[in-house]
């Protein structure tokens, strides 16, 4: 598979199998204002700070383009926790109460799109939709289902690294092994850190009970580290801060939310405005009847490069060193 096209990206909780219904009126029906509701539901994977700013950033865009709950809109939104045991049924609920739904995360998307083959889906927060089997290509997907990657600007995140810490020569990495997404990002870090002539420690976790062991071991050997967009580490981000701190370790990770978290700089996405990027695919669909077989995979068009000012004085970095490479 051709994989140039992802370097190219340029820039509620709740437990169990409840649902939260922000508004509910059936499809079709039709609100107090008289105006027919469209029904939106969203299915979310788990709960850290970037999936749920995507979740946002989605709901408030339609809001700003003229949806409002009670009266033209109702929005039904599930979150797994994490649990691929819920995915299912909630993807069985959402595809029978909604007329569009957004997935966040690779898993939600792909039970989402198991359950439901007609209904229009958005994804975002997916980082190689045709390696997870949800579009045929990212520009056909050719079926009922498009979005967002969230692919990040891996060159230029270690670039940022790299300089940050000139001195730096071997650079941990670490990620969940059991998500193909953070595996890709993390197997383009190491080409980058080999190009640039740097070594590449990786370390692997399988839940979040592993991070603070794994990452505590991992500090010990390495200069900086690197973390992609990965939803475990983007989880326990806190802990991430706390060992980077304790050992003065630069950290570049994936996305705005993981940084602020407990990161020092990114170039990368704010999950934010993907959310709002992936809402106006939607709207396309919904106003214009855009086939989502015909809508191509977006990448982020809202790349920044964001200082945790904090952490970096934590570490003893002045935070207005900090630049991108040029």
């Known amino acids: 598979m051709d994989k140039k096209w992802w370097k190219k990206a340029s820039a509620l909780v709740l437990t169990g199998m409840a649902g939260i219904t922000l508004a509910a009126c059936g499809s079709g029906e039709t609100a107090a204002s008289g105006e027919e509701t469209t029904n939106v539901g969203i299915l979310q994977f788990m709960e850290h700070n970037s999936l749920t700013a995507a979740k946002d950033g989605f709901v408030k865009e339609l809001k700003d383009a003229g949806y409002t709950e009670g009266e033209n809109f109702s929005l039904e939104v599930m979150n797994a926790q994490g649990d691929q045991a819920n995915l299912k049924s909630m993807s069985e609920q959402l595809a029978k109460d909604n007329d ?21 889906i958005l994804f975002t927060a997916v980082t190689d939709p045709e390696d997870a089997g949800l579009v045929e290509s990212a520009e056909k997907p050719g079926k009922n289902v498009t979005g967002t990657s969230d692919m990040v600007p891996i060159e230029e995140q270690i670039q940022l690294l790299l300089s940050i810490k000139p001195e730096a020569k071997t650079i941990g990495i670490i990620y969940n092994s059991s998500e193909p997404n953070s595996e890709i990002q993390a197997n383009l870090a190491i080409e980058e850190l080999e190009k640039a002539g740097a070594t590449a420690q990786v370390s692997t976790v399988t839940s979040t009970n592993d991070v603070q062991q794994v990452l505590t071991s991992l500090a010990q050997d390495v200069d900086a580290l690197y973390i992609p967009t990965d939803n475990t580490l983007a989880s326990t981000a806190a802990t991430v801060g706390e060992i980077a701190t304790e050992y003065k370790l630069p950290v570049v990770a994936g996305s705005t939310e993981q940084v602020e978290a407990g990161g020092l700089a990114t170039y990368g996405i704010n999950y934010e405005a993907l959310g709002r990027q992936t809402a106006q695919m939607a709207l396309e669909v919904l106003e214009n009847d855009a086939s989502p077989s015909e809508v191509a995979v977006e990448t982020s068009d809202h790349l920044e490069l964001y200082v945790n000012e904090d952490m970096a004085e934590a570490i003893g970095i002045d935070p207005d060193s900090i630049t991108l490479p040029e």
């Open 100 to 120: 569009l739904m957004l997935a966040i995360a690779t898993p939600a998307a792909q039970s989402l799109a198991t359950v439901e083959m007609d209904k229009p």
